[in-house]
């Protein structure tokens, strides 16, 4: 086996027995292989091993590797998007992460079709360097979200940096409780989008129901 089929194998494991050990299936639990900056070649050699979902959180390299690439893979945008990109990105993805604000929501909605489903990001750590919705304008925010038909299916966060994985867990802790008001007033906003390479397994003890993870299984 090749070094990065390894590295993937590794982390699938990891994976299953983070959710199985939170209570839940494997397969509740997607892994969004973060392929930023990787070549088309590296992408295809992890498609041939069974992976589906990709992670990309630039425009113009979706735009790029897209028509290389299997038309089956679920691109999943996970970065800060200008409106101005939306007509690159709604047509390629799976699903979008970053919905930060009612204008990209707009935007999002134009064109022909059903878009793609959304998380609402959350700025979970109050950061003023970071995107998102504050923790308390999450629920108007979401309110103003359904009335527009925008397909919200969870929320996300990227909580702090720290050195310790084990610190950020009070934030994934609290992104449970979030979704768990949610789903009270909102029943579909189920997902969870939150968890990466240092702190995935974390993450999916705490609930999360898709994890971003690049490094473990790419390596620099």
Known sequence: ???????????????A?????SGRAAGDVTLVAVSKGRSVAMIRQLYDLGHKDFGENRAQELREKVPELP????????????SNKVRTVRPAVFALHSLDRLSLATAWMKGAGRPPDTYLQVNIGAEEQKSGVAIEE????????????V?????MAIPPLADDPE??????VAMHDLRDRIVVEFPSVTGLSMGMTNDFEIAISEGATAVRVGRAIFQD
Request: net charge positive.
């Open 1 to 15: 086996m090749s070094e990065l089929a390894d590295r993937y194998g590794a982390v699938v494991r990891r994976v």
């Open 17 to 21: 027995v983070a959710a199985t050990g």
């Open 71 to 82: 038309s089956d893979i679920r691109w999943h945008f996970i970065g800060p998007l200008q």
């Open 138 to 149: 999450v629920l108007p925010t979401l309110e103003q979200l359904i009335r527009l038909s």
């Open 151 to 155: 397909p919200v299916v969870g929320i």
């Open 167 to 172: 610190s950020v867990r009070p934030y994934f």
